[in-house]
């Protein structure tokens, strides 16, 4: 019988922790371990190859640190080096431990939701660029159209605690307007960033009555209780306390003050070098 290891949910910042608050709630039994790459936060704006290096270095120190299970909160990891991960490293590093990340499941529900077939896709410039969204969802469902903006200042707006203020309407209502006016037919949008669940309020508010949003904390929370369930030997490796920890590469009191914007609840925070 292997040690058991808590969950550990990757980000390269802050957005993952909107992820986490959701499999917690519906996951709450299991140990957590938070990592946000804060130190060399945007990833967005990186290439495939040092995302990829990134990623790779915050995964393996996951694992050294007793995990089994990895969750990429992270749309641009996600994108950019999961895949990488999965099929070239993980073989070597322990074919036992799994990566997973949280573009798969939002895609999956896509085609029960959209009736037109007609699906947005709203995320950063890197996620958009990188077009892993459309591709995922041209191969398991070739039917669909889909359309993509990217939304270059909601992260900034979110981090800086602007998201509630009359001036944020204004680059939300931009972006909205941006991707209505590619397709108007769109009748579902993927909120392609785990930022953006903070700006729902403010999304509704500018897209048509009946167009249905797709938040990935819920559906990654409920993927992962499925996952759990089809994998028992996986299941049987993760820690079930109740417990949560946080650590950053950057410094912790700054870290503390930003995620208190997304993370409900207490927050006992280290400081970690990768």
């Known amino acids: 019988m292997k040690e058991t290891g808590p969950i550990a949910v990757f980000d390269s910042g802050y957005g993952g922790l909107?992820?986490?608050?959701?499999?917690?709630?519906?996951l709450p039994q299991y140990d957590y371990i938070y990592l946000g790459d804060n130190a060399r936060t945007p990833y967005g704006t990186r290439s495939f190859e040092v995302v990829y290096e990134y990623t790779l270095e915050a995964v393996k120190k996951l694992f050294d640190m007793g995990a089994h299970l990895v969750i990429l909160a992270c749309n641009t990891?996600?994108?950019?080096?999961?895949?990488?991960?999965?099929?070239?490293?993980?073989?070597?590093?322990?074919?036992?431990?799994?990566?997973?990340?949280?573009?798969?499941p939002s895609v999956e529900v896509v085609d029960k939701l959209s009736n037109s077939k007609h699906v947005g896709v709203l995320g950063t410039v890197g996620t958009i660029q990188s077009k892993s969204y459309s591709m995922e969802i041209n191969k398991l469902?070739?039917?669909?159209?889909?359309s993509q903006e990217a939304c270059p200042m909601w992260v900034p707006l979110v981090e800086n605690n602007e998201f509630k203020n009359n001036g944020a309407d204004y680059f939300v209502k931009q972006s909205i307007d941006g991707i209505l006016d590619q397709d108007t037919n769109i009748d579902t949008?993927?909120?392609?960033?785990?930022?953006?669940p903070?700006?729902?309020?403010?999304?509704?508010?500018?897209?048509?009555?009946g167009v249905n949003i797709i938040e990935q904390g819920d559906i990654v929370g409920e993927s992962l209780k499925d996952y759990l369930r089809r994998h028992p030997e996986m299941e049987q490796n993760c820690s079930k306390n109740g417990s949560v920890s946080f650590y950053t590469t950057e410094q912790v009191s700054k870290f503390k003050q930003t995620a208190g914007i997304f993370f409900e609840g207490q927050l006992n925070v280290e400081h970690m070098v990768l």
């Open 18 to 26: 909107t992820v986490l608050n959701k499999i917690r709630q519906h």
């Open 77 to 104: 990891a996600s994108a950019k080096a999961l895949r990488n991960i999965q099929q070239k490293d993980l073989p070597s590093i322990d074919p036992d431990k799994r990566v997973l990340g949280v573009i798969r």
């Open 141 to 146: 469902f070739p039917e669909i159209k889909v």
């Open 189 to 196: 949008i993927i909120l392609g960033c785990t930022h953006y």
């Open 198 to 209: 903070l700006l729902i309020d403010k999304i509704r508010k500018y897209l048509p009555t």
